[in-house]
């Protein structure tokens, strides 16, 4: 028999590719029931303003309709959108607009018909009075007197207010050399999934069951969330994700549509299918970032950071989604990134404003803080003069010092920042390219270097990190079929992270068989035990170490059953090459099909053993895991056009051990492309009256290949201890290292000009204005 | 969106504030213009029928009339909307006699809208040309009526009509620059 080879490690290709470059895979709209009926959302205009009447009587008699409802149908009747997360003000989120709109897209009402187009047709024939009011689109003008009030009963738009006070940053600032003060503003983003949201929903009248399949993230808590508004029981709800094309933490929420259309569905007692268009998608599905940061930083002249205070303005949109407040938390917690510095404290104030609300978006309050901490770091190079490659490394936690607890209250688990950082220094060769970047410079060329040292925050965690009803915690169940072939049942669900190679690879070589012999399923509550899902980069730390717990559970029963056919005691035994073998002598084998064989037969070896070979296990994490790394950074910008050329890009990242170096590569790939955009491109922009200026792709400048470097990739490698793998993530890392890392080149280049900082997008209009002024000084 | 502009007229100040005043006349020089009436002195109910990039769609609205100082100033007020969107904003009329040439008249004007709904979401980017053209269209229509009721006759109305007007307009004025 031919040799199974192992494969944790190795460069294997996704098995998920096939069907997604073929077009052969499933997403929601793929699914087709006979009879479906198509939902068009009716969606407001106006940033803000009063609902007087809704006509809808010219719709409801169109061809083709089968309902018309508005707020006022569902008043008393559906709950309403849950957020999840603290906060001191959180208002009644409807599916269908009460009384009044708050933001440009929201949706007034629903028309359901025999196809997506009749339904268009007759939402245009909704006469919808409004009487217009004034918005507010500036979070820094939302808490002004005068402002218009989103929500009045709360009387004005403050969400809530957290104060993380400590004395020993004002001692701090009181005695330093200097206070390097400035702002900073994280732009509006939107995540931009290849696929937008859709939800399909299927009630079935005589048994009572809701089915629904639709893009997310969290099938689970999706299913717990829809039950809830809807008022049905739990175990009447199956919630389907089938291929889900993309999310960056959008799909990590529960939407009106959601509801709307699982509602629908049992109204009509047929199947409703709702698929959100490219421009709804951009106004109406969550963004990301929005924070606006005042910082002070007290320092001594030799470099060293002695605090950050910060205060924090937070753009949360109108309504609060399944996290929106939860995430700047994880801003103020880690804006000290990988430095030891003795003293922060922060303000957080979150505001209403007439905008979508914000969510968590790859990263999800980490790439704010590390911009906050690589910003840092180049201002106080640039204040005082000295390299910013020697203020990172004066200030760095020194290897020793892990397990390390910051001043804000975490624990990093392991780390080793410098000898990243040197790895990525050697790779670009930092004496020689500062060297010519000296030499451009006297040609009129300007040339950048940027260099970002960032942490984060993955294996997202322990369920006290999170809110009550979206614990950290993950399961898997592993079942070994009675061919012997595994099956895995995950809690995750992946949406591109690719975790059906990664937990086959796991599972192949924990048996000693094939990656084709093992099966990984996902993202249906019917087939999966309860699960959390896939975000924070938590699929592998902690639904593979859920997955690991189940294997070594099957494997004990296993090694059970071999050790009395085998005469040879349990601890003794090991499984390759589809045998259950000696360690010490590796001739002395069984089939691992006969074992399976005992297992599932009608006489146990084991008197009192349960028949069958699966186990079920739940896996919570006693801590996240702390992924690191350096990137660098070469730019030119051009001062006649602004625009800015990439010369090189290294990436050293530090994601612990790593199962599937394909993957790790395109997660890198990925999140350097997401990160550059928000440097250099990307900006969700809404008008000073609240209209929404970049609502196609045309104006939303996500980036294009052309766009984008070519990307030299390293990693070092320092194990987590907090799961059996000795994983930490990768999914968020590109995204966080990449923004100041280029933001830190650009503003690198222009130094020579006297420019000290810009705001991202750093669009070539920016810059060229920025030149011209400089310039002109 | 802000616009502003000035446009010499062909007439006398009375005859253009007359044609500025006169719904019927105005419904037939308003690109797209389907309907006009007057509601009130200083107050206008229509519908017109525009097509901006891929937004094409009929808007009705309001149109009232403020700090009316005949014969040379008014203020705008327009609230208008369609499926495609909606439009609000302001808008100053100002008419002086052009120098030395009482027989014609400087149109000034500026304004103030706001767009919403996919009108503002997709025609943005166009939105200000757009405008542009729109002005010269009227300007054009509303010089041939002046020209045309000075020799006697009525303008007669038409989208192409009008436009061939405003290109041969634009051809004259090219030619009476350069001589």
Known sequence: MAVVPKFVGERIKRREDPRLISGTATYVDDVRLPGTLAAVVLRSPYPHARINSIDVAAARSAPGVAAVLTGADLKDKVGGIPCVAPAEHIPFHPLLAQGKVRFVGESVAVVVASDAYKAQDAANLIEVDYDP????????????????????????????????????????????????????????????????????????????????????????????????????????????????????????????????????????????????????????????????????????????????????????????????????????????????????????????????????????????????????????????????????????????????????????????????????????????????????????????????????????????????????????????????RVTVLTGISPHGQGQETTFAQMAADAFGIDIDDVAVVHGDTAIVQYGVGTFGSRGLSVGGAALMMSVS?????????????????????????????????????????????????????????????????????????????????????????GVVKFLRYVAVDDCGNIISPLLVAGQVHGGIAQGIAQALYEEVVYDENGQLVTATLMDYAAPRAQMLPRYELAHTVTPSPLNPMGVKGVGEAGTIGSTPCVVNAVMDALKPLGVRHIDMPLRPEKLWRAIRDAKKA | MKITGEQIMPAPRQRVWDLFNDPDRLARLIPGCEKLDKLAPDEFAGTINVGIAAVKGSYAGKLKLDEIRPPEHYKMLVDGKGKQGFMRGTGVLDLTPRDGDPNQTVVKYSGDVQLGGPLMQVGQRVIDSAAKMLMGQFFAAAEAELKAEAAGAVARQGFFINFWRYLLNVIRSFFRRSS
């Open chain 1, 133 to 484: 009011l004034d918005a507010v689109s500036d979070p820094e003008k939302a808490l002004a007197d005068g402002a218009p009030i989103l929500h009045e009963e709360f009387g004005n738009n403050l969400v809530t207010r957290a104060l993380v006070p400590n004395p020993a940053v004002d001692e701090a600032i009181a005695k330093a050399d200097k206070v390097i003060k400035f702002r900073i503003v994280n732009q509006r983003l939107a995540p931009v999934p290849m696929e937008p949201r859709g939800v399909l929903a299927d009630w079935h009248q005589a048994s009572g069951h809701l089915t629904v399949w639709t893009s997310t993230q969290i099938p689970h808590l999706l299913r717990s969330a829809l039950a809830a508004v809807l008022g049905l029981p739990e175990n009447r709800v199956r919630v389907i994700a089938p291929e889900v094309g993309g999310g960056f933490g959008a799909k990590l929420n529960f939407y009106r549509e959601e509801a709307l259309v699982g509602y629908l569905s049992r109204m009509l007692g047929k199947p409703v299918k709702w698929i959100e268009r490219r421009r709804e998608n951009l106004a109406t599905t969550t963004h990301g970032r929005d924070q606006i940061t005042y910082l002070e930083v007290p320092v001594k002249n030799d470099g060293t950071v002695l605090g950050i205070k910060a205060k924090f303005i937070c753009d949360m949109g109108a309504y609060l989604q399944l996290l929106t407040p939860a995430i700047p938390g994880f801003s103020g917690l880690m804006m000290t990134g990988c430095y030891k510095i003795p003293a922060t404290s922060f303000e957080q104030v979150m505001v209403f404003t007439n905008k979508m609300a914000t969510d968590a978006y790859r990263g999800a309050g980490r790439p704010e803080a590390a911009y906050i901490a690589e910003r840092t770091m180049d201002m106080v190079a640039l204040e005082l003069g000295l390299d910013p490659v020697e203020v990172r490394r004066r200030n760095f936690i020194p290897k020793d010092a892990f397990p390390y607890a910051t001043c804000a209250g975490l624990v990093y688990d392991s780390g080793d920042y410098n000898t990243a950082l040197n790895k990525a220094l050697e790779i670009v060769d930092y004496p020689k390219i500062r060297a010519e970047q000296a030499e451009a410079l006297k040609h009129g060329r300007y040339v950048g270097i940027g260099v970002a040292s960032y942490v984060e925050i993955c294996g997202i965690g322990p369920s006290v990190m999170l809110p009550p009803k979206v614990p950290g915690w993950e399961s898997a169940t592993v079942r070994m079929e009675p061919d012997s």
């Open chain 1, 553 to 641: 559970k099957v494997q004990d029963k296993l090694k059970k059953i071999a050790s009395t056919m085998m005469e040879a005691p349990p601890d003794q035994l090991t499984f390759a090459n589809r045998t259950v073998a000696l360690k010490s002598d590796a001739t002395k084998s069984i089939p691992l099909q006969a074992v399976v064989d005992a297992a599932y037969g009608w006489k146990m070896p084991i008197p009192g053993m349960e028949p069958g070979l699966d186990a079920t296990s739940v896996f919570e994490p006693t801590g996240c895991t702390f992924p690191f790394g350096t990137h660098i950074s070469v730019v030119e910008v051009d001062p006649d056009t």
